[in-house]
């Protein structure tokens, strides 16, 4: 039989990797994550309001002209819902900015007289 070769063994220090540093790291990700969809949302949130204002200034506008603009406010809930759902905003938050959309939208329908808003009964 063979005599058994010697293994040569180091002991590490013992430490354990920082749990800190870890929840540093994923913390910074997170936050460019975050930060990335909410500025997503804000250029679409913008993009609707500019094609808002110029419909808006139009005089002959026709109401068949408001369906550009009803897909990049598509677009933009589906951007605010996205957000909603992965944490980056509020339940709140999210149903306020797709209803300041709502919102100006009917506006410039009413403007144009595209939409008449019913009476409330008192």
């Not at 040569?8 to 920082?18: H, I, L, Q, R």
């Not at 797709?98 to 939208?105: F, I, P």
């Amino acid at each position: 039989m063979a005599p058994r070769k010697s293994i040569v063994c180091e002991a590490t220090s013992g430490k354990k990797p920082d749990s800190a540093e870890k929840r540093a790291r994923q913390a910074e990700k997170r936050r460019i994550r975050n930060k990335s969809r909410k500025s997503e949302i804000k250029t679409r949130m913008k993009k609707v309001f500019d094609a808002l204002d110029e419909l808006k200034k139009k005089t002959e506008a026709q109401a068949d002209e408001i369906l550009p603009v009803e897909k990049l406010i598509a677009e933009a809930y589906s951007a605010i819902d996205k957000a909603v759902q992965k944490g980056t905003l509020h339940r709140n938050t999210g149903a306020h900015r797709k209803s300041r959309l709502a919102r100006r939208k009917k506006a410039v329908e009413i403007h144009h007289a595209w939409y008449t808003p019913q009476p409330v009964d008192a």
